[in-house]
């Protein structure tokens, strides 16, 4: 066991943020339901150990890319739930201010630049952060997260070489779910993708995705390291989606993937194996445990209380924030 | 004998009839093993993975193997999922594709269908999933078409798959799921063939994809206050069907054009300097347009339709050329 530099009250705050991310997930996908959420969402159930253990090796200074799976993420690093539920609802106290939705949920002064609709593109965008802190003597690190889908994306694969040639700090985060959308990486890619990689140049490490600890350590040695500024690095966390692809493909989820299959994987949930661990290492009781859920509730139930009280925004700011500057009559509206 | 048809059941139709009628059919896409949406159902079983080939989420590299396919003989389809996928194979559709046989000075064509799905917004899809990205297409050269119904859906990617050039078929995602008749023969509308879809005589409101039946029922509220509106719908966008869009214009003198693209170098931005150059001694009053404001597509419901070409919009076009004197 290497929990060298976690201490029980670390471990628990990592639980927290798991239960956090898992709470305001389940939340979401019944707000879809009930229609107060009027669009669809990716949700991360099932992989939290990876965003919580990643971002739990970072600073606010630093910062991370996200993918259409986002809201852990941005969770993990600092995000309000109120005004993560408040965009999702299209509210204006939402991140965007009601024009992003889940794809785009931000938080630039968190280090935070945004979830993604395109699979991939995020990735070059850390690295110019990292150039740019790197240019600047900054110690700070940027952290792409992608899918494994996201690993034969030309412009995701253009961007690990990139890191590599400047020795950028920048840790790669894939998240090897196992599948893009329908598709088995088995039979998307040859050989591991950590492999990869490190013919990329890159330092590369494969890790237990549904162990938050493991994560925390592994993104610990190769954040530090490129902090250091001994360069970029890979990190493969093995983890599984329990839930379908999106909250749009829920009833079609099966056409790809044997229930066997997700309940083997389910045996493995991140929360399960933390409140195990915590349990064997430092007698943390289930009174413990229920305790943080209970108080993880309440603070997501009181998010969700208050993103509904923003209003939406008024149909004359539609235009609003495409520019830094506009000018008389531009942008243009739908008519003259 | 003709059924009533989804969209994409009319566009499964025409791909399961082409691919049986011409070996050289083949269709690449991504995901396409859990295809739920139905325009490519039942065509794995049908005709196997070397014809109906699954690929890695690698927009670019799918779009030249068409591209490469095509030279080699084979005749593509390309499916795009959502209309913003063609933005990350962009090199390959404007500066590979629509230029080699020029380029090659004729020695080959590029036979290649390219199936844009899921074009424009449907209520809350946000910035990245709400585009209908025809204008770039237009203005790279690639033929391209966006079907109103069911029968024009199947219709026009049969002509698309048969064609020798490459082809883009634009699907809105506001009409995947909208019904109508279908003839179960195969069938192909030619390019550069518009319809006529309400016949009027005060104005002509040029419509396309799910804007048409948005003028359709427009032109049924016009006609309470007295005004009598043609709809007329090009279907093929490039090449544009200029004798039948003209003939409308002479007979009606009055323009409003409806069209969910940008305004700024959209598509009835074209449409308009057409009729601008062609049509001038047949206009009554100034030409209108409603298009996509000039903006990112924001996410919250009610910001989303303040940008897009609505009905209301449309019949204060209308009114303001019917009231020009
Ligand atoms: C460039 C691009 N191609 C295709 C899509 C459609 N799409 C959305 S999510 C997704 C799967 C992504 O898989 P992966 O990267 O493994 O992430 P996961 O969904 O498993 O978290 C696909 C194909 C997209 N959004 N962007
Ligand atoms: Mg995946």
Redesign the pocket.
């Known amino acids: 066991m290497t929990s060298s530099n976690l201490d029980a009250a670390s471990l628990v705050s990592m639980y927290r943020q798991m239960r956090l991310i898992r709470r305001f997930e389940e939340r979401t996908a019944e707000l879809i339901d009930a229609g107060e959420i009027r669009a669809h969402a990716?949700l991360y159930i099932g992989?939290e150990a990876v965003a919580v253990g990643v971002s739990a090796a970072l600073n606010t200074q630093d910062i991370t890319t996200s993918?259409?799976?986002g809201h852990g993420h941005i969770l993990a690093k600092g995000g309000d739930p109120m005004r993560m539920f408040a965009e999702l609802m299209g509210r204006k106290a939402g991140y965007n201010r009601g024009r992003g939705g889940s794809m785009h949920i931000a938080d630039l002064g968190l280090g935070i630049f945004g979830a993604n609709?395109?699979?991939?593109?995020g990735a070059p965008m850390a690295c110019g952060a990292a150039r740019m802190f790197k240019n600047r003597g900054e110690p700070h690190v940027a952290v792409p997260f992608?899918?494994?889908?996201?690993?034969n994306?030309g412009v995701l694969l253009e961007s690990l070489n990139v890191a590599a040639i400047w020795d950028l700090p920048v840790v790669f985060v894939c998240?090897?779910?196992q599948?893009?959308?329908t598709?088995p990486?088995a039979e998307m890619s040859r050989g591991s993708l950590a492999e990869r990689a490190a013919a990329f140049g890159l330092k590369a490490e494969t890790v237990d995705g549904m162990d938050a600890a493991a994560v925390f350590e592994a993104a610990t040695r190769l954040v530090d390291r490129a902090r250091a500024g001994d360069g970029a690095s890979f990190l493969e966390c093995r983890t599984y989606?329990f839930e379908a692809?999106?909250t749009a493909l829920r009833a079609s989820d099966l056409t790809y993937r044997t229930a066997a299959e997700i309940e083997r994987w389910r045996e493995r949930d991140p929360l399960t194996v933390l409140a195990q661990r915590l349990d064997a290492e430092d007698g943390w009781a289930q009174g413990d445990q229920a305790a943080v859920d209970a108080e993880v509730n309440a603070e997501i139930e009181d998010a969700i209380e208050r993103a509904g009280e923003s209003p939406r925004p008024s149909a004359d700011t539609a235009l609003d924030h495409m520019y830094a500057q506009t000018y008389p009559g531009f942008p243009a509206g739908v008519s003259e | 004998m003709t059924r009533e048809l989804s969209f994409v059941e009319a566009m499964n139709e025409a791909l399961m009839q082409e691919m049986a009628r011409d070996d050289a059919v083949v269709i690449f896409g991504?995901?396409i093993r859990g295809q739920g949406r139905g325009e490519l159902r039942g065509l794995q079983d049908a005709y196997g993975d070397d014809r109906i080939i699954d690929l890695p989420?690698s927009?670019a590299a799918m779009t030249g193997i068409a591209t490469g396919a095509a030279l080699a003989g084979g005749r593509p389809v390309v499916h795009f999922?959502?209309s913003?996928?063609i933005f990350?194979a962009f090199d390959q559709l404007v500066d590979q594709a629509a230029k080699l046989p020029l380029m090659l000075g004729g020695q080959a064509h590029v036979a290649a269908t390219y199936m844009v799905m899921g074009c424009g917004a449907s209520g809350g899809r946000a910035g990245?999933?709400s585009d209908n990205p025809y204008p770039y297409l237009i203005h790279a050269g690639i033929k391209s078409v966006m079907p109103s119904t069911p029968a024009d859906a199947k219709g026009l990617l049969t002509t698309a798959v048969r064609e020798d050039d490459p082809v883009a078929v634009f699907v809105p995602v506001r009409l995947m799921a909208t019904k109508g008749s279908v003839a179960e023969e195969p069938y192909a509308i030619p390019l550069a063939q518009g319809e006529v879809k309400r016949t009027g005589k005060d104005v002509t409101v040029v419509a396309m994809g799910h804007l048409v039946a948005e003028a359709l029922a427009s032109a049924e509220a016009l006609a309470a206050d007295g005004i009598d509106a043609e709809i007329w719908d090009p279907r093929s966008l490039l090449p544009l069907d200029r004798a039948g869009l003209a003939a409308s214009v002479a007979k009606t003198g009055r323009v409003v054009l409806f069209d969910d693209s940008h305004r700024s170098c959209g598509y009835a931005a074209e449409l308009s300097s057409f009729i601008g150059e062609t049509c001038f001694g047949d206009l009554k009053a100034p030409i209108k347009r409603v298009t996509r404001a000039d903006v990112t597509i924001p996410f919250g419901q009610h910001i989303e339709d303040e940008v897009l070409p609505d009905r209301r919009r449309l019949e204060q076009a209308v009114h303001a050329v019917m009231a020009w004197s």
Do not use: C, K, W
């Open positions: 990716h992989e993918t259409h799976r609709g395109i699979v991939g593109a992608f899918g494994d889908g996201a690993m994306q998240e090897n779910n599948y893009a959308i598709s990486i989606r692809h999106n | 991504e995901n989420i927009e999922q959502v913003s996928l990350p990245q999933h």
